[in-house]
């Protein structure tokens, strides 16, 4: 390949030589991530979500690529397409929503691939299965993915892929009440930074859940190099230290059955836009929440305009950040998947609030005892010494988060103070820290859907079984 | 409609917790703040009864804090701590003269012994001479690690067990993200914690007492206990990366304030993968203080600054270090590279 500087190809740009050059340099990244990575074995289905953006289209290109019977190396899996249609949550009309998708289909016709379009209300249906970790597949030694590869060679070849199912069809239609729920869910959300925490994590739901009933084992996601970067820093921004790796890494094995990879995260978001333009990839500009918001709206946002400002006076950000999430892991605490409760519920990563001595999280506890009453005092007489109440964040939080910020003052009872007269969920010991806040921001969960809710009352229900026999268990049981 | 403090709910609010949002009176607001304090030194185990501990004093708002909420926490726990002031003087006319007369008076006001160390007698620069040969873009590089080895010289001279420093939890959020942006994986590592290891000649272990305490709540202890301070910024400090992290950092703080404790947790949270290469703690040839490299940075910069070549230690010249010990001399093309400044 041709040593040139990427200035240098904005000016030579038509030139025939260099068009060639850069896609095959572009072409081989993608492989290259893949083959290096080796997680994806012959004939796997692999779902690749696709939201419209130009990063999930230009991977979408990559795999049609990759698959066209002249490749050199050809990709030996069998790919879907799913696309979520988020025009509920953020107040589109059907008109625009279904416009939407017909200029998708389009494009997804043409790929040959099958495909599956969702509306994101079917969140509202799901089983509480989603939030539990499934069993992963069987360890496989390093020998498997070699063997799998000459297998299939010798068994298909080149000519069994094609695609054995007929298309999905398109988006079914969406009850107006259940675009309503959804809109209050959303809306339950006081701050941007928790409507998008929380729009993510449907969407994951609703991703993994359809990667499930499909039979699909990977989930293929679009994120490019520089969204990964800015998603570091947030993720850091939003305490989410100890789920970096999962976060921003090539592979994300929270689900257990199915693993998310991150093929396009080598990719600077100017060499997809490069790409994309050059070679006539498609793609829809579809609006976000965040869409015509200022920059100091949501902590994404933010994290977005420091990097790209940053970018411009030291051009080495982006990747500097994302060598740096190159480096990071996950702690394995506990290589049970049998009980689940030290998964977060929403995010389902392994929980980081065990409250070790002089930690931030210890402090935050402290912090919120001493701000209100109950503890001791600094010697001034007390009028109302309520009942000692156990310092947790979560019914302080509860209660304030439902006044909206201010203690609500009258919180000395204890126990169920301002939550509703329902089974009381002590939802927070259930999240990790980051999903906490998100939580926190809400100014009610009543609206969380069933599934949420109900695998919550489970989790309790045999967390407080646990306490009445905890001391006739032997092993320590997390 | 006034609020009641959330705490005694018996007088009326005065503030605002930046911290966690409570409306507290004042004096619920002191106890809260050193309560705070308090539990973060005796969760951590950071000081034992006897030892005598140095404050790093510079006259600004965290050390006059710092110096206050020991001595009140000393006496009112019976600490057993034996307390010093220590404080450094980088010879930064205008800014350095004017703090260190809050650290004098400090030292009257709180009964404790002062000791000051100067840059000038440790290292024959002071912070002014060493701009107009650095220019302005560096400058932060050579002060802070002449001061790190000053305030551990001053603690040896003062024969201190402890150092502890005034950094909030503001500047501890500010520095994962700098490490964050900077790809320094090793430091990422170390910055969360509250107190560095006591292996090393010459190195007095120190820690972070105020580690928690938001900027922001320092401010409002010491505007209501009436502490007296100096407040201006470092005069070379506008153009140090820094800056960048701590706008950002003020920025997300107005967007959720919690994010300070949120950036210090996933700090303390985050894992290296294993593989990856970590520096090994050694000492200098040269002065004998602790260093990864053959040379500690402070000689190095030094060596820089007494041979007119202010780039040497600014960027990675890890080669360089066994000529300059040798005493061999550099070529001409290296002694241009590191002669070149940009002001």
């Not at chain 1, 597949?137 to 070699?146: R, W």
């Not at chain 1, 065990?354 to 001034?380: D, H, M, N, R, Y």
């Not at chain 2, 002031?85 to 008076?105: A, F, H, W």
Request: charged share 25%; hydrophobic share 35%; net charge neutral.
């Amino acid at each position: 390949m041709c040593q040139v500087d990427e200035e240098y190809h904005d000016q030579l740009e038509r030139t025939d030589v260099l068009r060639g050059c850069f896609k095959e340099y572009f072409i081989h990244k993608f492989r290259a991530m893949l083959g290096k990575n080796r997680i994806i074995f012959p004939g796997e289905k692999v779902l690749l979500a696709v939201s419209g953006g130009p990063s999930s289209c230009s991977m979408l290109s990559q795999v049609q690529e990759g698959l066209s019977q002249k490749a050199h190396k050809k990709l030996r899996f069998f790919p879907g397409i799913v696309y979520i249609d988020e025009g509920g949550a953020i107040g589109q009309s059907t008109e625009e929503r279904q416009r939407t998708v017909s200029e998708l289909e389009v494009v997804f016709k043409a790929t040959g691939f099958p495909f599956h379009i969702l509306p994101l209300e079917q969140v509202l249906d799901l089983p509480s299965s989603v939030v539990v970790m499934a069993l992963p597949p069987l360890e496989q030694p390093p020998s498997a993915y070699k063997a799998a590869v000459d297998r299939f060679n010798q068994t298909c070849g080149s000519d069994c892929l094609t695609p054995p199912e007929k298309q999905k069809k398109s988006l079914p239609d969406v009850h107006e009440s259940h675009t309503q729920l959804l809109q209050q869910l959303i809306g339950s959300a006081k701050t941007l930074t928790a409507r998008e925490d929380l729009l993510n994590t449907l969407r994951q739901h609703l991703l993994v859940y359809t990667a499930r009933t499909e039979g699909y084992s990977k989930l293929m996601l679009g994120d490019n190099c520089t969204r990964l970067a800015i998603k570091l820093l947030t993720s850091i921004s939003l305490g989410r230290g100890a789920q970096l790796a999962q976060d921003t890494g090539f592979s994300d094995s929270r689900y257990g059955d199915i693993i998310a990879v991150r093929p396009m995260r080598d990719y600077s978001a100017k060499e997809i836009a490069h790409y994309n333009h050059m070679f006539d990839v498609p793609s829809v500009l579809i609006p976000s929440l965040e869409t015509k918001t200022s920059e100091k709206a949501s902590i994404r946002g933010l994290t977005e305009s420091f990097v790209t400002k940053l970018q411009t006076d030291f051009p080495s950000t982006v990747s500097t950040i994302y060598r740096t999430s190159e480096k990071l892991q996950t702690v394995c605490r506990s290589s049970s998947t049998d009980d689940h409760s030290d998964r977060c519920l929403l995010c389902l990563c392994v929980l980081d609030t065990a409250v070790e001595k002089a930690s931030a999280f210890q402090a935050t506890l402290i912090s919120e005892q001493v701000s209100q009453t109950l503890s001791l005092g600094p010697g001034i007489p007390r009028q109302n010494s309520g009942p000692e109440r156990p310092a947790s964040a979560a019914s302080a939080g509860q209660c304030r988060s439902l006044s909206g910020g201010e203690d609500c003052g009258r919180a000395t009872s204890g126990g169920s103070c301002c939550s509703s007269a329902k089974e009381t969920i002590n939802l927070k010991s259930l999240l990790c820290y980051s999903c906490r806040l998100t939580i926190r921001d809400m100014s009610s969960v009543d609206h969380l859907p069933l599934y949420i809710m109900s695998e919550a009352q489970r989790r309790q229900r045999r967390s407080q079984m646990r306490d009445e026999i905890s001391e006739f268990l032997l092993n320590d049981e997390v | 409609m006034p609020a009641q403090c959330s705490s005694c709910t018996d007088k009326r609010a005065v503030l605002k917790r930046p911290k966690t949002g409570h409306s507290l009176c004042k004096e619920c607001f002191f106890w809260a703040f050193e309560e705070e304090v308090h539990q973060t030194i005796v969760a951590a185990e950071l000081f034992k009864s006897g030892e005598s501990v140095g404050i790093a004093a510079s006259g600004g708002k965290d050390s006059t804090v710092l110096a206050h909420v020991m001595k009140l926490l000393n006496e009112r726990y019976n600490y057993g701590l034996e307390l010093m002031l220590i404080s450094v003087d980088e010879g930064i006319t205008g800014y350095r003269d004017d703090s260190l007369e809050t650290v004098k008076r400090n030292q009257q006001q709180y009964e404790l012994p002062l000791k000051i160390v100067s840059y000038e007698e440790l290292y024959g620069w002071t912070m002014d001479a060493i701009v107009k040969q650095v220019g302005l873009k560096n400058n932060c590089t050579f002060c802070g690690v002449f001061r790190r080895q000053a305030l551990d010289r001053g603690a040896v001279m003062l024969k201190v067990d402890k150092i502890c420093t005034g950094h909030n939890a503001d500047d501890v959020a500010e520095t994962v993200l700098m490490n964050v942006l900077r790809g320094d994986i090793a430091r990422l590592r170390r910055c969360t914690a509250i107190s560095t290891s006591s292996e090393g000649e010459g190195v007095v272990p120190r820690c972070k007492p105020l580690k928690y305490a938001y900027e922001k709540e320092i401010v409002l202890y010491a505007y209501f206990k009436k502490l007296d301070y100096f407040s201006t910024e470092c005069i070379y400090s506008p153009n140090a990366y820094r800056g960048y992290a701590r706008t950002f950092l003020k920025d997300l703080e107005s967007i959720r304030p919690s994010t300070i404790i949120d950036i210090i947790h996933s700090g303390e949270n985050l894992s290296v993968r294993e593989g990856v290469k970590m520096p090994v703690q050694g000492t200098c040839s040269r002065c004998g203080y602790i260093s990864s490299q053959a040379l500690c940075k402070s000689c190095v910069l030094l060596e820089g600054l007494n041979r007119g070549l202010p780039k040497l230690g600014i960027g990675k010249h890890h080669r360089l270090h066994d000529k300059i010990l040798s005493q061999q001399p550099l070529t001409e093309k290296e002694e241009r590279k590191l002669k070149s400044v940009d002001f």
